[in-house]
């Protein structure tokens, strides 16, 4: 076997006094006595999630390190598939670590430098017992081993980072799940930060891999964007302040180039025509990452459209197995649950209750339908679980003569206050201007004027302003705006009715679902509803839809409806507001297509939808939307503004990329071409 010659390496290592490892070659640390240890595990171990995907991954999960050095984030991964092994009662999948080291450290040096961690000692054995016992400039080209009863294969590569990686083949999705960048700085070793290794990373990355490192160099950030790493900058610990992370989801090697959404430099100043639940996470989220945000809306306070109503449920959709909507929105509710509780936890308070949700099974479909949920276990319990008649009458704290499907995490929330203080969490930022009765009626794009591209001309009742980056979130109002007709975008009408409170209702203690739905009481009212009226854009509230209301309570619940006993006199309001609704009834999230651009790129996908597509998505620039959250914005909106603040900042999406299309604006003409519903002009 051919050897290397590493001469002018490893005889130039020496150790503190506190045992230290120090190389002179680039006058750097291996790792810091006192804190190396805990930040190599939080940097690489816990950054990469490497516990939680190992227990996930079905097939061979791979991490690819530059710069082996002593060998601690080997033994720390190690260590990390020990730990998740013993959280679940099957195999794991094997774990496959592949690193490249020029400058290789003797098997004496990596003994002296290892046993500063006695906590690592049984691993560290096994590392050093099968490392190569070879003299300075004798290493072989590469080096294998396996560990933990064959489960753990460790790849090593005696030579420059680029050239060593060169050498792997990738596979058809690509080869590595994560990313140890490591090594010394690209101040210290510069030769090692080459353009070169980011092409061999970009050509090896699976779709979503993630990448973390120490360094926040502003070349290597740069360097990661253009290969397709979406980065954020995050606070790491001990004597490192700050670290990166990166996912891989905008690999321009991809062949799917309609699914690449546009890159955009972050902006300073973003503006959001809307007011209620969509505009107030918009805003939130952007402000969190340090945007300036003005929102125009067209009332004269918040939260006066869909977001209005006295009380709202937040649950998931589910479906009996896993499927697309399914998956988006057992994730989108998490979220929720998850933001919802962050504002209130800030003091800003809001009626509420994470009182569950029952949905009755009081027909036969329905009854075959929770038989098949609870078969199937396709969800966790503490989302969704059946139960039988008593035991919902228990949960729900009146009688019911049905078992049914109980969402225990779910609950209650008034609308109108949540987003309020939203708003208001926003405000706190000092970066939220809101302009209320000032509706925008019409924009206009502006010629470019600088590299952020175009900026757009607002038209309103109170004249005319300027945006440089537009989001547009107004829900069904936002039909109109022109450059938004080509998408399938409708408005369905909703009557929701408020019902006064009495003593065979008022202790009903969790959300209660049929075709329609029945609230606990907040304020000495209960909501019903709600109505379901496709091309009615009339939202003045009609007597016919309250008496529709209380039938569809009767017909699905009687017995409890003539416990209640509600009548006409007991309504104390009700409200008809429009959903902004999409055609597969998932929310559109991201920049706004150019339709006639998209049918001139793409036409082959008419022919063959697997056609392979590099270029990227022609969208209208600058123009965003998050719009079609329906009759679940509540549950969606926190994700969606999510996704829309990523894509603004270019941080990583919460999403993975075929999850990202399935909301992305683009994909209904994508569809379309595909479908041979449109042809190029």
Not at 186 to 202: C, R, V, Y
Request: glycine residues 6%; charged residues 20%; hydrophobic residues 35%.
């Amino acid at each position: 076997m051919k050897k290397l010659d590493k001469t002018n390496n490893s005889n130039k290592l020496s150790y503190h006094k506190d045992g230290t490892p120090y190389c002179q070659n680039f006058d750097d640390i291996y790792f810091d006595s006192e804190s190396g240890y805990l930040q190599s595990d939080f940097v690489f171990i816990q950054k990469n999630q490497i516990c939680s995907r190992l227990q996930a991954a079905k097939k061979t999960f791979t991490v690819a390190e530059t710069g082996f050095g002593t060998g601690l984030n080997f033994l720390l991964t190690l260590q990390a598939y020990q730990k998740a092994q013993q959280a679940l009662s099957q195999p794991l999948a094997p774990l496959h670590f592949i690193s490249v080291e020029k400058y290789p450290l003797t098997k004496a040096q990596l003994i002296q430098s290892l046993s500063l961690f006695p906590q690592l000692q049984p691993l560290t054995s096994a590392l050093t017992h099968n490392y190569p016992d070879c003299a300075t400039g004798e290493f072989p080209q590469s080096f294998k081993a396996t560990f933990l009863n064959g489960q753990v294969s460790l790849t090593l590569i005696f030579e420059d980072a680029a050239h060593g990686f060169s050498s792997l083949k990738s596979l058809q999705h690509g080869l590595v799940d994560a990313w140890y960048l490591d090594g010394f700085s690209p101040a210290k070793n510069p030769e090692m930060w080459s353009k070169d290794l980011f092409s061999q990373i970009g050509r090896l990355s699976k779709e979503q891999a993630t990448l973390t490192t120490f360094t926040v160099a502003g070349f290597v950030k740069r360097q990661l964007r253009d290969i397709g790493f979406r980065l954020e900058k995050i606070p790491a610990q001990g004597k490192k302040k700050e670290m990166m992370l990166g996912v891989m989801q905008s690999n321009p090697l991809t062949n799917k180039g309609y699914q690449l959404r546009p890159r955009i430099i972050k902006p300073q100043h973003v503006s959001i025509i809307g007011g209620g639940i969509a505009s107030a996470c918009a805003a939130y989220a952007l402000t969190k990452q340090g945007v300036k945000v003005t929102l125009y809306c067209k009332d004269s306070s918040l939260a006066q459209g869909g977001s209005s109503n006295a009380i709202g449920a937040l649950y998931p959709l589910l479906h009996q197995q896993k499927d697309d909507i399914s998956s988006f929105y057992q994730q989108a509710f998490w979220r929720a649950k998850s933001l919802y509780s962050e504002i209130a936890e800030q003091g800003y308070s809001f009626a509420h209750q994470w009182c569950g949700l029952l949905e009755v099974s009081y027909k036969e479909a329905l009854i075959k339908r929770q038989q098949a949920f609870e078969e199937l276990n396709t969800w966790p319990t503490n989302l969704i679980h059946g139960v039988n008649a008593k035991q919902a009458s228990d949960l729900a704290n009146i009688d019911l003569p049905y078992g049914g499907l109980f969402m225990p995490k779910a609950g209650w929330i008034s609308p109108q206050e949540l987003v309020k203080q939203v708003f208001n969490a926003a405000k706190a930022t000092n970066r939220l201007k809101v302009m209320t009765d000032t509706h925008i009626t019409k924009i206009r794009q502006l010629a470019s004027t600088n590299e952020n591209g175009p900026s757009w001309s607002l038209t309103s009742n109170q004249g005319e302003y300027n945006a440089s980056v537009l989001v547009i979130c107004g829900g069904a109002d936002a039909i109109s705006i022109e450059q938004l007709k080509p998408l399938p975008l409708t408005a369905t009408r909703g009557q929701v009715t408020s019902m006064k409170s009495n003593k065979q209702i008022s202790k009903l203690s969790t959300v209660i679902c049929h075709k329609g739905y029945l609230t606990p009481e907040n304020k000495g009212i209960h909501c019903i509803g709600a109505t379901f009226q496709k091309n009615d854009t009339n939202i003045t509230t009609v007597k016919a839809d309250d008496g529709y209301n209380l039938t569809m309570l009767d017909k699905c619940l009687p017995a409890l409806s003539s416990t209640i006993n509600w009548q006409e006199q007991d309504i104390s309001s009700s409200k008809a507001r429009l959903r902004c609704m999409s055609q597969d009834h998932l929310p559109l999230v991201g920049a706004v297509p150019n339709v006639k651009e998209h049918i001139a790129a793409y036409p082959h996908l008419a022919k063959d939808k697997n056609w392979k597509y590099k270029q990227a998505a022609p969208c209208i620039d600058n123009l965003y939307l998050l719009l079609g959250l329906g009759a679940r914005g509540l549950c969606s909106a926190p994700l969606a503004a999510d996704i829309l603040a990523a894509e603004l900042c270019n941080t990583p999406y919460p999403l993975d990329n075929q999850m990202l299309f399935n909301l992305s604006p683009n994909r209904f003409i994508i569809r379309d071409i595909i479908k041979r519903k449109v042809t190029e002009e």
